[in-house]
Nanobody, 130 residues
Framework: QVQLVESGGGSVQAGGSLRLSCAAS????????????MGWFRQAPGTEREGVVI???????AYVDSVKGRFTISKDNAKNTLYLQMNSLKPEDTAMYYC????????????????????WGQGTQVTVSS
């Protein structure tokens, strides 16, 4: 059972930056962190969960259009940690951000689907004020 713990959320003004972290543990037998597809999703009150960015084991990435050029996903396989660097934040980025993991995803085809992901963290809140 994979456990994911997010951190790094907070409150910032528009134009500011935050870096989210997701510490992973409990990889399935035969799996290492590097073999998982990992991703960041977000959900604002009253809205559906939205895929922000995912990265697969080959480091293929897929970003939602609204964050391209502002957000960057990365991972440190030695530390079993996923990151999301968020720059030029906007009020519309305000949401609960969730880390997720799965064995296979469609990053190399540019598709982000929440239904592909089996393991989820508890989330970290990001609030951007204007």
């Amino acid at each position: 059972q994979v456990q994911l713990v997010e951190s790094g959320g907070g409150s910032v003004q528009a134009g500011g930056s935050l870096r989210l972290s997701c510490a992973a543990s409990g990889a399935a037998s035969g799996y290492t962190f590097s073999r998982y597809c990992m991703g960041w999703f977000r959900q604002a009150p009253g809205t559906e969960r939205e895929g922000v960015v995912i990265i697969d084991s080959a480091d293929n990435t897929a970003y939602v259009d609204s964050v391209k050029g502002r957000f960057t996903i990365s991972k440190d396989n030695a530390k079993n940690t996923l990151y999301l660097q968020m720059n030029s934040l906007k009020p519309e980025d305000t949401a609960m951000y969730y880390c997720a993991a799965t064995g296979l995803c469609l990053a190399r085809f540019g598709y982000i689907r929440a239904t592909d992901f089996h393991y989820w963290g508890q989330g970290t809140q990001v609030t951007v004020s204007s």
